[in-house]
């Protein structure tokens, strides 16, 4: 069954540092997202990618983030400057775009800002 | 707008034990009805959905129904294995924002042998 994959699976940075999260969506999608999941907490949305562009984004995504779609596979997230609370599992998403479909996520990155 | 609350965790279990795990939700439209599990160290699986109103969704013994008079899909699983570990995730997928999912803040679930 095909999925989506992640990597890094752990990426240690130092705080102020750019890290740029990596991801491979499922090839059929059309749709992708990136959640953000603080131990602990709810996953929270960040953003959804469509059409080579931003369709939503949340409060969260300010403009230290960004996201980009460099090639035909690939679904990036990177933030310029990272802080501490940065530190979280970062989980990417696709799916075929109608509401009844589910997304499907990726294992995630561990992302731990030092 | 939009939101999901489910019950409180942790939720502990002895094997063979009857599971509910409620989830209730606000939505403006007729959203899809979604649970994820999500296990130790692993992302989020889809474990089942329900897309309109006394849909019931089932996967791996687990069920769930979206009550559209409740605002309800509460999980259900009838005998619990220590397998069954995990968080559990409600969701919901707006059909006016279809992009975007709204999780609820998981309940973790110990089953004990």
């Known amino acids: 069954e095909p999925e989506v994959t992640q990597t890094p699976s752990h990426q240690v940075t130092q705080m102020g540092q750019e890290v740029i999260l990596r991801c491979v969506p499922i090839?059929?999608?059309?749709?992708f997202y990136w959640y953000r999941q603080i131990l602990g907490q709810k996953v929270e949305f960040l953003v959804s990618?469509?059409?080579?562009?931003?369709?939503?984004k949340s409060e969260i995504f300010d403009d230290q983030f960004s996201v980009e779609r460099p090639d035909g596979s690939n679904f990036t997230l990177k933030i310029r400057s990272t802080k501490l609370e940065d530190s979280a599992m970062y989980f990417c998403?696709?799916?075929?775009?109608?509401?009844?479909?589910?997304?499907?996520f990726g294992d995630g990155t561990r992302l731990s800002i030092l | 707008g939009d939101s999901v609350t489910q019950m409180e965790g942790p939720v502990t279990l002895s094997e063979e034990a009857f599971l509910t795990i409620n989830c209730t939700y606000t939505?403006?439209?007729?959203?899809?009805l979604f649970w994820y599990v999500q296990y130790p160290g692993e992302g989020l699986q889809l474990l089942l959905k329900?897309?309109?109103?006394?849909d019931k969704g089932s996967n791996k013994g687990f069920e769930a129904t979206y009550r559209k008079e409740t605002t309800s899909f509460h999980l259900e699983k009838g005998s619990v294995q220590v397998s069954d570990s995990a968080v559990y995730f409600c969701?919901?997928?707006?059909?006016?924002?279809?992009?975007?999912?709204?999780f609820g803040s998981g309940t973790k679930l110990n089953v004990k042998p």
């Open positions: 998403a696709s799916s075929e775009g109608d509401s009844n479909q589910p997304q499907h």
């Open positions: 090839s059929n999608h059309l749709y």
């Open positions: 990618f469509y059409n080579n562009e931003i369709s939503e």
């Open positions: 939505a403006t439209g007729y959203p899809s």
């Open positions: 329900a897309t309109k109103a006394d």
């Open positions: 969701a919901l997928s707006d059909q006016h924002n279809f992009n975007k999912f709204y």
